[in-house]
């Protein structure tokens, strides 16, 4: 992911600083709205213009881009994220995921980043009693913290 100083976030061309924010999180409407609020005063007021709440297609768009917990992929942010889910416990997800996409329709998306493999299924298996409306809005808030920590890479402190 390229690495933005603050100052260079708000003043690239927008052509230069969409893709960064894309490979954040690629919902059209998040992108707009964080690159329309430049200049940013500081790297906090950055962050908290992240905190956009999703509208439930978006969440299903950027969804489709996430692998699913325990299939790590071979490159991208993702890759990385997930590092705190070894083999066993991936083993253990392929039978998780399939019981919560049966449930939801969709994978299970959370923020992995410093989370072992095992809180990572205890909290998959407390969100499968989620209604699919209460889980829907529980995936979208995961994405935007992915999306925060990916923000936080591409422009760090």
Not at 22 to 48: F, K, M, S
């Amino acid at each position: 992911m390229t690495e933005l100083r603050l100052s260079e976030f708000n003043s690239a061309d927008p052509g230069r600083i969409r893709p960064v924010l894309h490979e954040c999180l690629p919902v059209p409407r998040w992108v707009d709205a964080v690159l329309t609020g430049r200049p940013y005063p500081d790297r906090d007021a950055l962050l908290r213009a992240a905190d956009l709440t999703l509208r439930a297609d978006e969440i299903h768009a950027a969804m489709r881009a996430h692998p699913r917990i325990g299939e790590r992929p071979a490159s991208g942010p993702a890759s990385t994220e997930q590092s705190g889910v070894d083999t066993e416990a991936a083993e253990r997800f392929r039978a998780a995921n399939a019981e919560y996409e049966r449930r939801f329709g969709h994978v299970y998306l959370v923020c992995a980043s410093g989370r072992t493999g095992d809180e990572l299924l205890a909290d998959l298996r407390a969100r499968l009693g989620n209604d699919p409306g209460t889980e829907l809005a529980v995936a979208g808030r995961e994405l935007v913290r992915i999306a925060r920590l990916r923000l936080e890479r591409a422009v760090p402190a």
